[in-house]
């Protein structure tokens, strides 16, 4: 008999509301879908698009009603707020820089946020927006789906337990091949065309994208804190106004160094995100797209291959297993395994219990600041001919 081992903890389902999403884009329907696996929390309110009629279709498409649809997400923020069986957290999967406006909106009318990354544009407005959850009490989440993945849980446990010693190297790529020719000159590729556009994205597209995604999957895992980095930014794409490839060195607080490299040029490479993590007593690599395994290479010993569901994970990694091995879980489990956590501590917070510790563990409104930290440090180092550049987080974690 097969069960989920994300057992539904809360006491009653959650009202959850969506700002972008609507038919055509890409990862509203992800995280829709992804909240529908442990069914926590139903869809009950929505501004899919800032074309009410596409709102009005995706809406009955869903089977939102009617009068939880809205024409602008304002209008929906101080709408629920009002009703008595209001949402009790908004999800917002639109591109880059409307999150912070977005974002407010709802933390000002006491609404629990989801937000998709990048946070915001710039990191005074990603400050803000955890500043404004810590003084209303609301819970914060920035869907970096990646740290959703048990491996990359587990990965995290062991480096917490000195399984592989003090960490000396950390290599992260992320390479992907969709932007290697100038695809968003062609209108109906949205999802190109706002990436690669400084108003909509903010000031990078391949750091902000993805890259950030790098800096938070390694400050999850290994828990290093970064002390200046070096960054080179470039347009392989004749044209192009913002980068598709990223070449970026780091030092450590406390003398680890890291090579990260992230691009949307490198052809043959889908979503290839993955991790090298060099310590002293041995070393842990891990692979988007083999996610199931980590390989192990401790000191003196044979190299082994993890598997997840079959190999003895640490209690906490062990519990966002659902399926034995060699049934794949993937990217749908790992943003459902962020958002059930999210959901259960919303859940508690509503019947007055406290989460804590690993009950919190999703990406926070401080992560997502300190990932659009990386990306503005980046920025600077690669403008400044990738000098040196301090990284100077203004917030202690
Ligand atoms: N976590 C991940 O792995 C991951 C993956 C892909 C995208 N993302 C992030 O998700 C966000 C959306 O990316 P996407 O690829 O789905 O983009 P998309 O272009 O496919 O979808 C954006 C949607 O937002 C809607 N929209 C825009 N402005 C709006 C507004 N003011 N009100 C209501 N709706 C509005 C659009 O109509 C569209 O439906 C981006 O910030 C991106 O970085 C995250």
Redesign the pocket.
Known sequence: MIEASKNNTSSAIVRYGM????S?????EVHRKAIGIDGKATLTAG?????MP?TLETGKALGVNKDRLYE??LEMAGAEAKREDGIDFVSI????S??FT?ARAFLEQGINVVC???LTTNYEEALLLQELAKEKDLLFAV???YTGYPAVKQAREMIRNGEIGKIRFVNAEYPQEWLAEPVENDPSN??AF?RTDPAQSGISNCVG?IGS?MENMISYVTGLEIDSLSARLDRMVEGRKLDDNAVIMLNYKGGAEGLYWSSQIAWGHDNDLSFRIYGTEGAISWRQENPNYLRIAKKGEHVKIASRGRDDFYNHPGSYVRLPSGHPEGYFEAFANLYSTYIDALSMKKNGTTPQGDQLDFPTALDGAKGVRFIEKCVESSEKKSAWVKFQEKKER
Do not use: E, M
């Open positions: 700002v972008g999403g609507g055509g884009a890409f990862i509203g501004c899919f698009s800032r074309s596409l602008s997400y999967v639109t591109p880059n409307s999150h977005i998709d990354k990048p869907t970096y789906t949205k999802q706002w994208d995604h």
